[in-house]
């Protein structure tokens, strides 16, 4: 492009919310008095004027090709009032103000293949990374496991048949893009790098990757002649955080690089404070195009939290509440010397008391 | 367009209830008019199909911006694009959304549209950094793509060590937990870094997260090196009628188990003539009771926000959540978004200054404790920020006079303004 096309940005950020937002809500914003959850998928709030707005919740393949995008415009527009807002976890809701439209609304999106559901005590869409799609570093597929998860789980989408909500995350490399969930399914590798030491020195900036390391396991080595880098495999933890930088440090591999569950995590206050999540499974093949050894682990922990726990508890306060043996124990878990935390802190999580259950 | 790729194993996630996102990839492949959007879909299809069967990714980064800016584009180009040719630049151009992500569907059709044009035609809403995500285009269309979305409102989003993108829940708009203005404090607060977000050159990513309330329903405190989280300073509300209605509907005995002693405080009880005594003093606004019961407990009307700083994921020490640095300010007036747009910029300043290089601001204060952050910033120590005072007795105490004085000092202060 010529200097003289180039055009200098208009600096605007993050843009306005409220010339997109139904009227409705912006007559009544900060005067809402309650809600009530009518049925699954919808939800109606009641402002302190008394004007009522019905929300309908629906889950979509979150990658949106452009027919879809139009189609889910369409609905808006047909069905509902032309304003829509995506959840936190990328479904969509549309907002009617009369209950007359509300089952016309919910029909159109159901004809059109999309799943109304996700509200209160169901498994929430999955919050989800870019995997072999898009991202630089993945381990894995991410659309896809979440397609295949979903296909299996839908009836918890579609129905409030969980204690509490659950919300599911995958993650396609050990940062965890896809952050604490009630049940989160992540890449674990398994093997140290394997280093392409023609590349290093051209690709990499040899200081940046050896500080990456959370261990101090990298230092710089010359290979065969060439500036490179090496790895003290007794001390690496595989990772990958040195592959971002470096793209040598080869960290994938087709048959180690493995799937791990965790659970416990959850960030809102309520009842206790925030958790991050706890290790339970690994091991598990990264097996395209169905996942089904992962699915197959979390559809186990689910139906063990579904039986056993009190309403209100999420996966975390019903394994706090019944303590982590018999979490192993109803799920047939094996219990390894992996569990055992070794990282910082590392002591805080053992057990120093006399509280046992037996 | 080339032949088309076969694509086994991906046909299979064609199958099954939940939408297939497969099955959108093929429609802009076979049903779309424009030639160059079917063969992007078809060399993305090709090279996902490779990456289903060889369990590995084949995308790199590299350096792609708009004219003005550094950041905002993750550049893609295929390491297989001599296979795939059509799909060998495949860039996303990360764009912030309207604060509490709300869009009109013309808004919506208009963005697509534009997209439809210079891209791929492929689009999330949203990534989990909050953005707005145009995934598929060449760097020749960039530029093109981003001066027609700017020209309407549109700006880019964070990437790389920068200011991101912000999130901020439905809140006022559609919540009665909502504690304050969530998208006046997000944009009050993001704009004002507008210069951080576009041209990387930070130590690391810094994000900005808001919630409404303490459901935290944006994971604020896990996630964010800035969360602001809606709370209250008076009584929460009660509705005594509505409280026995509920209990006329869900049972004694639900009410006990349920709501009663579910409070983290004990600060419930049940009276014999089946009303609700709330211990507001010993509540910590952590509203369970509110979300089983939204029709008989509210939040109260002194309402304000809590600052917790340096959450974060994994990368490079270990998960952190975020530590209170304010327990409670007021968010309402100009007056009060000044000062919380100042305290950013302090926390922002004393990092980008004191940060290691790919360090958050979580790791910083774990590397140089909590004390020494606060005095950078200017802000006093307040129990509120510890969950128990230090166990240790490994530390030289001998300011400890000095500090007790300043404490009661400050205390003086406060009482009389």
Redesign the interface.
Same mark, same amino acid.
């Given at each position: 492009?010529a200097l003289e096309d180039?055009?200098?940005?208009?600096?605007?950020?993050?843009?306005?919310?409220? /010339?997109?937002?139904h009227p409705m809500?912006?007559r009544n914003?900060?005067l809402?008095?309650?809600?009530?959850d009518p049925q699954p998928g919808v939800l109606l709030?009641v402002a302190k004027s008394g004007e009522k707005?019905w929300?309908v919740r629906a889950?979509?393949?979150?990658?949106?090709?452009?027919?879809?995008?139009?189609k889910?415009?369409d609905i808006?527009?047909q069905q509902a009032d032309?304003?829509?807002?995506?959840?936190?976890r990328?479904n969509?809701e549309y907002?009617v103000t009369d209950e007359a439209k509300v089952q016309p609304l919910i029909d159109a999106l159901t004809e059109a293949?999309?799943?109304v559901g996700g509200t209160r005590n169901s498994v929430a869409m999955m919050?989800h990374?870019?995997?072999?799609?898009?991202?630089?570093?993945?381990?894995?597929?991410a659309?896809?496991v979440v397609?295949?998860m979903?296909?299996?789980l839908?009836t918890e989408f579609k129905e409030w048949n969980m204690p509490n909500r659950v919300h599911l995350t995958t993650s396609c490399c050990?940062?965890?893009?896809?952050? /604490?969930g009630d049940i989160a399914i992540n890449v674990q590798h398994t093997k140290p790098p394997k280093i392409n030491h023609d590349l290093v020195a051209n690709v990499c900036e040899r200081p940046?990757v050896v500080?990456?390391c959370?261990v101090a396991a990298i230092r710089p080595a010359l290979v065969n002649g060439k500036p490179s880098l090496e790895v003290d495999e007794k001390k690496c933890i595989c990772?990958g955080?040195c592959f971002p930088p470096c793209?040598p440090m080869m960290i994938?591999d087709?048959?180690h690089?493995k799937l791990a569950v965790w659970v416990g995590?959850n960030?809102?206050?309520?009842?206790?404070k925030?958790t991050?999540q706890k290790l339970v499974a690994a091991g598990i093949p990264?097996n395209?195009?169905?996942w089904p050894e992962a699915t197959a682990v979390v559809k186990n922990i689910l139906n063990a939290y579904k039986a056993d726990a009190?309403?209100?508890e999420r996966v975390g306060e019903w394994v706090e509440r019944i303590g982590w043996p018999r979490f192993f124990e109803i799920t047939n878990l094996p219990f390894t010397k992996y569990h055992v935390d070794t990282?910082?802190g590392a002591r805080n999580s053992l057990n120093a008391s006399t509280h046992i259950r037996f | 367009m080339a032949t088309k790729h076969v694509t086994p194993m991906l046909d299979e996630l064609e199958t099954g209830p939940w939408p297939s996102f497969i099955s959108g990839f093929k429609r802009l492949r076979d049903d779309h008019p424009d030639a160059r959007i079917n063969g992007l879909a078809n060399g993305l299809l090709g090279q996902l199909e490779h990456s289903y069967e060889t369990r590995k990714g084949y995308w790199k980064g590299g350096t792609v911006s708009v004219f003005g800016y550094g950041g905002g584009i993750i550049p893609r180009f295929s390491e297989v694009g001599h296979a795939f040719t059509e799909s060998k630049e495949f860039h996303t151009v990360r764009v912030q959304p309207p604060a509490s992500n709300f869009y009109t569907t013309d808004m919506l059709r208009q963005l697509g549209d534009s997209w439809e044009k210079h891209g791929s035609g492929l689009v999330t809403f949203h990534g989990q950094t909050g953005n707005i995500m145009f995934i598929g285009t060449d760097t020749s269309r960039i530029q093109h793509f981003f001066d027609e979305i700017n020209e309407y409102g549109f700006d880019l989003g964070g990437a790389g060590p920068c200011v991101r993108t912000a999130m901020s829940c439905i809140g006022s708009a559609r919540c009665e937990m909502s504690c304050y203005n969530e998208q006046a404090a997000h944009r009050h607060l993001v704009n004002n870094f507008t210069d951080d977000v576009h041209r990387p050159a930070l130590p690391y990513k810094f994000k900005f997260k808001f919630s409404g309330c303490p459901n935290d329903c944006q994971n604020a405190i896990e996630r964010a090196d800035f969360a602001v989280i809606g709370t209250w300073r008076d009584d929460m509300r009660v509705d005594q009628a509505e409280f026995k209605a509920a209990m006329e509907k869900k049972g004694r005995q639900y009410i006990i188990d349920n709501v009663i002693t579910r409070c983290p405080t004990q600060a419930l009880s049940l009276n014999d003539d089946d009303t609700i005594a709330v211990d507001n003093r010993n509540c910590v606004r952590c509203m369970h009771c509110l979300n089983v019961l939204p029709k008989a407990l509210g939040v109260g009307n002194d309402k304000g926000v809590t600052i917790l700083i340096g959450g974060k994921r994994t990368l490079k020490i270990g998960d952190l959540m975020g530590t209170v640095v304010v327990p409670f300010m007021k968010l309402r007036t100009e007056e009060d978004f000044e000062r919380i747009v100042e305290m950013a910029e302090e926390v922002v300043d004393f990092w980008a200054e004191n940060g290691l290089e790919h360090e958050r601001t979580g790791e910083m204060i774990e590397r140089i404790g909590l004390v020494n952050f606060l005095e950078g910033i200017g802000i006093d120590v307040d129990p509120n920020m510890v969950s128990n005072p230090r166990q240790s007795s490994y530390i030289r105490m001998d300011g400890w006079d000095e500090a007790a004085v300043e404490w009661f000092e400050k205390k003086a202060e406060k009482a009389a303004s």
């Open positions: 492009m180039m055009r200098p940005p208009i600096e605007t950020g993050c843009p306005d919310g409220f /010339q997109y937002m809500l912006r914003f900060g809402w008095a309650y809600h009530e709030h707005v929300t889950g979509t393949q979150r990658i949106l090709d452009i027919f879809t995008l139009r889910l415009c808006g527009d032309g304003y829509v807002h995506f959840t936190i990328s969509i907002f293949g999309f799943i919050s990374t870019q995997g072999w799609l898009h991202c630089d570093i993945p381990g894995t597929d659309s896809g397609k295949a979903m296909d299996e839908i050990q940062i965890n893009c896809g952050g /604490q940046s500080a990456r959370p990772c955080a793209p994938n087709a048959e690089s995590g960030h809102s206050n309520a009842r206790g925030p991050f990264n395209p195009p169905r009190r309403d209100w990282w910082k | -």
